[in-house]
């Protein structure tokens, strides 16, 4: 697919960290961005900055998907590109401790539930719902190509650590599911790819004690240091410009394989 302003596109969780570079990049490209998140403040900015438009959706909520999407569409007409980056990364263990008194207690259901409907259920949601959207379109060349999805999973999919089973399910299904949905949409011309980061700098990494983002670093095989924004970016831009890459899933991650703790 080639990228300039007759092509639209929606980025989720696209006010900050993986989402944020990808939506800079794509609009540097030419492409017209919508963004979703829930932060209005920073995705109203970000929008202003890469002239795009903000839509503030929960992915976990029906109407509030479909409202994004209808004002995206409102501004920029039907979209060709998805990228989806909203998620969590919850941290319990499968039994813990009271902190008071040291008895044993199960994982709490509720923080699993929500793992497993932001990262996983609103994934698949967006993904639905903008492939049939796409599905309207014509085909942009002659191999009949309508869009391109590139959604995020994570390299705790395969390495879970201790305290990630929430996670680790929630992008596992993600991985899981990137090849059955590339098969259900061959027919209309829509790609779905998938990319698995390793340890990137992010919003959430920023807010870690200096020595442990150092430690994190040190343990990447090569380059010794965390991932840059812009890279993932510039995957997801590579999976969306070249044709030929369909139901794949990468790694992103300088090599690192992921110990228990």
Do not use: W
Not at 27 to 51: Q, R, T
């Amino acid at each position: 697919m080639k990228l300039d302003s007759s092509i639209a596109a929606v980025v989720t969780g696209a006010a900050s960290g993986l989402g944020a570079a990808t939506a800079k990049a794509l609009a540097a490209s030419g492409v017209k961005v919508a963004i979703f998140d829930l932060n209005a403040e920073a995705g109203e900015a970000l929008a202003k900055e890469i002239g795009g438009v903000f839509c503030e959706v929960n992915v976990t909520d029906e109407a509030s998907t479909d409202a994004g999407f209808a004002k995206a569409r409102k501004a920029h007409g039907q979209e060709r590109i998805l990228v989806n980056c909203a998620g969590i990364a919850p941290a319990m263990k499968t039994v813990g401790k009271d902190r008071e008194t040291g008895a044993r207690k199960p994982h709490d259901m509720a923080y699993f539930e929500k793992a497993i409907a932001i990262n996983l259920v609103g994934t698949f949601r967006c993904i639905a719902k903008s492939a049939a959207g796409m599905a309207t379109l014509d085909p942009l060349d002659d191999n009949g190509e309508r869009g391109a999805i590139v959604n995020t999973a994570s390299v705790a999919a395969q390495d879970g650590q201790i305290g990630q089973a929430a996670y680790a399910a929630s992008k596992g299904g993600v991985l899981a599911m990137t090849l059955p949905v590339a098969r259900d949409l061959m027919s209309e011309g829509i790609r779905v790819n998938t990319i698995l980061p390793g340890i990137f700098e992010t919003p959430m990494m920023a807010g870690m004690p200096q020595n442990v983002q150092d430690a994190l670093a040190a343990s990447v095989p090569f380059p010794k240091r965390l991932g840059k924004a812009e890279e993932y970016a510039k995957l997801a831009l590579f999976m969306i410009e070249t044709s030929y890459m369909n139901g794949e899933s990468v790694r992103l991650d300088g090599a690192i394989r992921m110990p228990p703790r």
